[in-house]
């Protein structure tokens, strides 16, 4: 069952990275086609006055980066739960959305894969029911995914990612999208595109008649049309099925002087036209008007038909005439039609006996020098290469490989540092590895805020007489409240327990009332101090730099310090106790040399674990225990990682301490309440004998 939902899990997240990642790059590469949809749909909602084209240009980048960015992160299960979160947060979103459109109609396509794929706003509907579905069970089981690239190494993924899909987006924003999935794109015969093949099936409609007689009107079809004694009164058409439809069906040009259709005589003539595109010539760019005006004296000189074409009225084409002294011939075409044959306003088009040859956006127009030989033997007179091959292969290049190479190299590394763990915990391999110094296995107690001198003093004695007389198979370390220290310390045989205490001040001496130095602790005979406590830290304050005084110090006077560290329930919920400790390790005692490094035990406690009853299972603290350890590791080297001391502090018992303690990285256990009784204590300290 449970590798079930990890299937169905890793199932679900493919197809919705897949998803979003197709729609953010599709989105991404005609960012002025998604923002003409975004246009659309607040012509519908009458907002299309309110908002400047910029911002729905900038809504149209930042939404093609989100969709990309979601799917990416999906992939490579980067923050799985934050993600799991915006995808299924995103679709619950869309998915009404999309219902609305599917039942309203008011947009013909959604244009959620651009001009890629098109879909109908009912396949878009089901579509996103689909994948909302998927993304509920991702969100019901986000840890199930693995990790591709280690949490330390996600940032690259991230940041790089953003930086390519923005850049695609600039590229298709500041020239011309780099993959044109238009009808008029480069290469296309623009007649045979416009052709119904024969015996293709064509559309079919039905005409309704209203009609009225003796003051009632009644619908008439062409069936059951009524005598003349009724009265016509109106009449309406539809279409009933559709048709095929040519590729391109709404290419028109007609002069702007009387009317005149030329459609046939711009794309049947032979030899090269040039074709000025601009939708609306009070909006189009005219930061390049000597260089239109230049390309339109070159086509003179080559006898080459130049146009202009829009859909702007005689009133904003006299306005350009007189800036920019054009004499050029203009011609009236469709405003959707403008924009979909090219995404710059002015654009350039060069057909060749009604065929796509070139296309320029305003930004890179043929430059002069360009203009200087034949169009028939110039560089811009020859068909444009548009190898979808060869982008692919870029992409791959400057996206996928380098994102690939980082997923090896991690995975690589995080291979090694499994078989250094594994290596360590086989049992087989230490007999037969030549000797080394094994780290110390140890049991301390944390007496806290707990019983008076005279109780204090009275377990102390018991557990002296009964460890002295059968000796532990670990080290033994009691940490008391500071009253009791000095009076323990007379009469405990501390080759047998250790001596330490649960606290030491930030300062060395002076005005500090209340406040027990590191020099104090030393002088009652002590050798341990705990430091670090997530109850010093919760209740009092502690802080990162606090608690990295108060190391130095110890290790000044000489103690040893037991250093805890552990994350709260939320943050083990959230999956960022690897994080939380590492921050902890490196906030106080990172800072340390090699050498100093060796007189610091670890103790890991899950704050969630401390006096509530709840451990963690064995599996799950070795995995943080040798987490722990790789870190010290990268920090310190294998040698001294090997030879740290890391205890498990969380609800640790006689009946769990066996199975806790077999765990190749636990060493012992930092013990809250079962230390305040002998026979719970031994009973722990005894694991090391099972």
Known sequence: ?????????????????????LSGFVKAVDPMGTAYKINDYLAVMQWQQYVPEALTVMVAMLLAACEFGLGISMLFAIRRRATAHFVFLFLSVMTPLTLW????????????????????????????????????????????????????????????????????????????????????HVGVHIPEAMTIPEGAPQPKFETTFILAKDGVQKEFTIDNYPDS???????????????????????????????EDITLDVLNRPGYTFLLIAPHLRKADDSRLDLINLIYEYAEEQRVPFYCLTASGEEEVARWKENTGAEYLFCQTDETTLKTIIRSNPGLMLLKNGVVY???????????????????????????????????????????????????????WAWTRWLRRKKTS????????????????????????????????????????????????????????????????????????????????????????????????????????????????????????????????????????????????????ANKQNEVCKAELEGSVFNLTAEEFKNIIIAYEPIWAIGTGKTATAEQAEEIHAYIRSTVAEKYGNEVAEETTILYGGSCKASNAPELFAKPDIDGGLIGGASLKAADFKGIIDAWKK
């Open 426 to 573: 086989n049992r087989i391999y230490q007999l037969f590895k030549k000797k080394k110094k094994m780290r110390k296995k140890i049991v301390a107690g944390n007496w806290k805020m707990n019983m008076n001198l005279q109780e204090g003093v009275a377990l102390a004695k018991e557990l002296n007489e009964t460890l002295t007389a059968e000796k532990p198979n670990c080290g033994v370390v009691i940490c008391t409240p500071f009253i009791h220290l000095a009076s323990i310390a007379q009469f405990l045989n501390q080759d047998v327990i250790g001596l330490g205490a649960e606290n030491c001040a930030d300062k060395e001496k002076g005005a500090y009332t209340g406040e027990v130095s590191a020099e104090m602790v030393k002088s009652t005979g002590a050798q341990y101090v705990i430091l670090g406590h997530s109850e010093r830290r919760g209740y009092y304050g502690e802080t990162p730099e606090i608690l990295k005084e108060k190391v130095l110090l110890a290790l000044k006077n000489g103690l040893k310090v037991i250093f805890c560290i552990g994350e709260s329930l939320e943050e083990r919920e």
């Open 229 to 259: 004694t009724w009265t016509f009164v109106d009449s309406k058409t539809v279409e009933t099925e559709k048709g095929y439809e040519p590729p391109i069906h709404d290419f028109a040009i007609c002069t702007m002087e009387d009317g």
């Open 1 to 21: 069952m449970e590798r079930l939902k990890t299937l169905t899990t890793n199932l679900c997240r493919f197809v919705l990275a897949a998803t979003f990642i």
């Open 101 to 184: 459109l599917a039942i309203d109609n008011p947009v013909r396509d959604c244009g959620c894969f651009g001009d890629a794929f098109l879909l109908t706003n009912w396949q878009t509907f089901g579509k996103n029911a689909v994948l909302w579905l998927l993304a509920a069970t991702v969100v019901r089981w986000p840890t199930r995914m693995p990790r591709f690239i280690g949490e330390g190494n996600q940032w690259i993924v991230v940041n790089y990612s953003a930086v390519f899909i923005l850049a695609v987006a600039s590229y298709g924003l500041y020239f011309l999208p780099l993959f044109d999935f238009r009808p008029y």
């Open 358 to 412: 070139r296309k320029w956006s305003c930004n890179n127009l043929p430059a002069e020098e360009q203009l200087g030989q034949t169009l028939a033997t110039a560089a811009i007179g020859q068909m444009e290469s548009d190898s979808t091959a060869a982008k692919i292969f870029q992409i791959v290049v400057w996206y996928v490989l380098p994102l690939l190479l980082l997923t090896i190299a991690d995975r690589l």
